[in-house]
């Protein structure tokens, strides 16, 4: 299983400061993910819209990547093109993605109603926009990421298991696969 | 008053199993609504766009249909497309449903936010995506159906009289028909 | 600072009825808002999309607003189309808030999932369309202004402070401003 990373930021990718995004992400699935064959596809790139589309485009079609996570650029401001990237790429949106990250962000700040995180499916691959800050990655991240193995199994991806303590995997009975 | 059931599986309708989602509805329906004339108009059809929204229309533009009711399609998987053809159909899209539909499941299970159902106005009709599976159909008819008859009021349809005992139909006082 | 308020009905702008749309959001702009200069740009217009699009890009582009509340026009009837106007000018649509106003309605009445309201971002203001009825105007802005005052910082408007006993404005500490 490969699962593309992609942090969206002017400035990281500039060097002017270091990348915390892709950290973030690495940590909390190392921690989350308990399939033991795994491996990342990262990419830094500018708040660029053809450039982040096109680096979707990559992971998914030709990396062959079943997951995608992106941080960074889902804000109001001029320069953040993420979502419109996303949705641009889409075979289909999911909207409870956003909506749930929302929610869940909005127990923390009253400012997460600015964010316009989406979710969708490229193929057999979803593609979900994370915040920028590492704290409210991890937060939306432990507040979705149960629904994902399932979602990538209805799609025709791998197979994934997950640490219980960090995130409890859900799928209906008839989906579960015994070891 | 014509209530149109949709139950869209390719397998069901292929006759491979049983279709559940009608008899669902139906069942739910008719503890609901108190209004003494109503009749259904039922179909049973494949998980293909343009043969859903051929249904649709022909339930709201040919049968005079106020409420459509569908079941099934509205998952990640590739042959999911019913929001897409409820969208393309659309007068005017109700986003509060599917917000609402899906904070409802949640409570159940965390892959709710998987669905992508939505709500729509065509003309003079209200059109529902609801979830597959019986137990999820009730869960969300009760969540959501309050604001149905106020809805179908608002867009020229029939006074839709609720059960009070399965779900009390809201509307503001100068709305409310004196018998 | 310039805000523009626009109460969008057919009924009051015909002078059928009195407006109560624009009186409330006045209110309850001049109890929350803190800072000493703003001023309103007032208008009352009938639910013809043309004439909102062209209310909403004037209010901003001319005007120079960098707020825009509306009112009214979010329902499900024909000829509520507040949603679709302010989405035809929107250079980014912000989810969030739509999400957020719903969830808040959905306290005092069950047919707030029947509201369609949207926000979006056009050039350097932020319009947020705001329900009919004084009540649910004051509810819903109790519940999203708090977000207000740092998405209106980071598309490059003014710097807005709030008396904290209406609404207290949420910004991350590197973006609050000393006295």
Known sequence: MIIGLVS?????????YKDEGIPSLKDWLKSAIASPEWREELRLIADEQP????????????????????????GPAPRDVTPEATLAVADKVMPGFGEQMRAVSLKYVPTAILSRQVAVIRKRALIINLPGQPKAIRETLD????????CIDLIGGPYIETNEAVVKAFRPKSAIRKK
């Open 143 to 150: 507040g979705v990421f149960a629904a994902v193995p399932y």
């Open 51 to 74: 450039l982040i589309e096109a680096t979707l485009k990559e992971l998914v079609d030709e990396r062959g990547c079943s997951l995608v996570l992106t941080t960074g650029g889902t």
């Open 8 to 16: 969206i930021s002017d400035r990281a990718s500039a060097g002017v």
